[in-house]
């Protein structure tokens, strides 16, 4: 590869890259099951909300008495908390690609992705994402997110990369896109081969 396409830098996201969707429609499908709850009156209102609730301008607290504590209920609201944040599971594989990578490589590491402070803190701590991360531009710190193009071009100073050297992991194939307007190039993570193979044509490797 000409030095001058060479990667230095990973963009990753986290909810479906490196774990599980932290809070995704399937974990709200099936508290709807677990709680007795009307999904539908619940999905209505997270639409509401998620938006400023994932660019950290609602604590976790804020946003369930808005989505599900809006009426009395025969469970707590520490019971849903528990129960959301067990949802979460990791990709060890992907993990493990990525430690390896940076090793190899000596590669830089950040995280762009649209997640809720509570959840995102969480589940970096849990999983100990910050052990290879160098980086965090999430949403509920920089208070935007995805698909403003600007989460990008802040991710790219922070990491003082070159758009021409980084590579973009994401599994929304529109974030893809908007990353692509920025210059970024971008692989569509499926699973774990494909997203390896795509990676070994640009040279990344952990054989």
Known sequence: MDE???????FLDIGG???SNGWGHESRKAASIIFNLDYTEMQSRHEVFVATYEEGKLTLDEYLKRVVFYTDRSFTPDQFKEFMFAQTTPDNEMIEL???LKEKY????????????????????????????????????????KPDSDIFRMALDIAQASPKNVVYIE?????????????IRSIL???????????????????
């Open 4 to 10: 001058t396409f060479q990667v230095t830098t990973l």
């Open 17 to 19: 890259v490196l774990l």
């Open 98 to 100: 990525m430690c390896k």
């Open 106 to 145: 000596h590669l830089k590491i950040a995280v762009v992705n649209n997640e809720a402070r509570e959840l995102n803190e969480y589940r970096i701590k849990k999983f100990k994402l910050n052990s290879f991360v160098d980086f965090f531009i999430s949403s509920c710190f920089v208070h935007f997110r």
């Open 171 to 183: 599994n929304t194939e529109l974030f893809v896109e908007i990353a692509g307007e920025t210059g």
């Open 189 to 207: 993570h499926s699973n774990y081969l494909s997203t390896t193979a795509q990676l070994a044509s640009l040279n990344l490797t952990i054989d």
